[in-house]
């Protein structure tokens, strides 16, 4: 196992009681260290989401948003992948939202993972399920 899928398959657990609050004691999803040059982003809230997604409609650079849960086996095997792919198309915006810790602006996400992509602020594709080579292929037509 490479020290990435090592590094997000570990579940997030709160540290110390400020972070309990937080997130409500439940576990906060997947642990995300990026470099700073990687245009990817963790929508922490519902409010973060609806922030993200204002600036994804009202911007004219390509992004992508992979719903996904911290108990789906599915959403952490992907997971290194995206991140990986994140890197390798530097002109997107690539952003993970957790369904739990996002509930009601992701109530309408019913599958995990979820991967919408937008282009000039519009969705313009949706895909279910996983698949490193579907995934890469679908970020380079929407790229």
């Known amino acids: 196992m490479s020290s990435v899928s090592k590094r997000i398959s570990?579940?997030?657990?709160?540290?110390?009681?400020n972070e309990k609050a937080r997130t409500g004691g439940r576990k906060s999803g997947?642990?995300?260290?990026l470099k700073p040059q990687c245009q990817f982003?963790?929508?922490?809230?519902d409010q973060s989401l609806l922030t993200i997604l204002d600036d994804i409609k009202s911007s004219k650079t390509p992004?992508?948003?992979n719903y996904g849960a911290s108990w789906c086996?599915?959403?952490s095997q992907i997971f290194p992948a995206f991140e990986e792919l994140s890197k390798r198309f530097e002109g997107?915006?690539?952003?993970?939202a957790?369904?739990?810790?996002c509930p009601e602006t992701t109530r309408h996400i019913r599958y995990t993972p979820t991967f919408q992509f937008?282009?000039?602020g519009e969705k313009v594709d949706e895909m279910f399920g996983t698949g490193e080579e579907r995934l890469r292929d679908r970020l380079w037509l929407h790229s």
């Open 30 to 33: 997947f642990r995300i260290q």
């Open 118 to 120: 937008y282009r000039n």
């Open 98 to 101: 957790d369904i739990d810790e």
């Open 73 to 75: 086996g599915v959403c």
């Open 92 to 96: 997107m915006r690539f952003v993970y």
């Open 41 to 45: 982003q963790t929508a922490t809230s």
């Open 10 to 17: 570990t579940l997030a657990i709160p540290k110390n009681k």
């Open 63 to 65: 992004a992508v948003i």
